[in-house]
């Protein structure tokens, strides 16, 4: 079975950075699409980031130009680059990963247990 575990989740101050990385374990031989999602207190959680295995990614209208997203396919990691950080990007973000190959069958839809943000003025 896999796990995704989350860190870089911390308290920082509006303008600064963070980066958040997600570790996938377990039986993974590969991963199609990885990513974040993330839940503001009284909101729905929403797509942050994405990309895919063949470097694609997709990016939230309110993230394009100040988050960056990437992967490492051999530590099997996906990373958030967190720049120019608001206080409106306080949330728990959630790490997600979909189509992963075990070398005997695919696990979808799999998702890490977040890691909170929180941005100060």
């Known amino acids: 079975q896999v796990q995704l575990v989350e860190s870089g989740g911390c308290l920082v101050q509006a303008g600064g950075s963070l980066r958040l990385a997600c570790a996938a374990s377990g039986r993974v031989r590969s991963i199609n699409t990885m990513g974040w999602y993330r839940q503001a207190p009284g909101k729905e959680r929403e797509l942050v980031a994405s990309?895919?295995?063949?470097?694609?990614?997709k990016y939230a209208e309110s993230v394009k130009g100040r988050f960056t997203i990437s992967r490492d396919n051999v530590k099997r990691t996906v990373y958030l680059q967190m720049n120019s950080l608001k206080l409106e990007d306080t949330a728990v973000y959630y790490c997600y990963a979909d189509r992963i190959w075990s070398g005997t069958n695919y696990e979808y839809d799999c998702w890490g247990q977040g890691t909170q943000v929180t941005v100060s003025s």
């Open positions: 990309i895919t295995g063949g470097d694609s990614t």
